[in-house]
Nanobody, 119 residues
Framework: VQLQASGGGLVQPGGSLTLSCTPSRSGFVIAAVGWARQAPGKQRELVAAFRRDGSLDYHDSVKGRFTISRDDAKNTGYLQMNSLKLGDTAIYYC??????????????WGQGTQVTVSS
């Protein structure tokens, strides 16, 4: 199974994008989902996480602008990004704890989607 991330693109400062993340196969259910990003020359950093206990975490730089959510019916996680800034430019990676056939839980990472904020 793979995590399929989508929704990246080019947007002007102040614009919005919504990223989506979903398993490539049925039988794998999202128990927790999150997003990390990596800008050129920088380390990967956690952007947002929707943990198994329902708690939410955000990087300080995105608080009030980004919202992480999940739709259990669609087995999909989302990252709504508003008021985008030049500094948000990065490759965004989704990760998720997936429950396989109600038995095992394992963390998976998606392939990354490019978000470019530019005027």
């Amino acid at each position: 199974v793979q995590l399929q991330a989508s929704g990246g693109g080019l947007v002007q400062p102040g614009g919005s994008l919504t990223l989506s993340c979903t398993p490539s196969r049925s039988g794998f259910v999202i128990a927790a989902v999150g997003w990390a990003r990596q800008a050129p020359g920088k380390q990967r950093e956690l952007v947002a996480a929707f943990r198994r206990d329902g708690s939410l975490d955000y990087h300080d730089s995105v608080k009030g602008r980004f919202t992480i959510s999940r739709d259990d019916a669609k087995n999909t996680g989302y990252l709504q990004m508003n008021s985008l800034k030049l500094g948000d430019t990065a490759i965004y990676y989704c990760f998720a704890d997936l429950v396989e056939n109600q038995l095992t839980i394992k963390q998976y990472w998606g392939q990354g989607t490019q978000v470019t904020v530019s005027s």
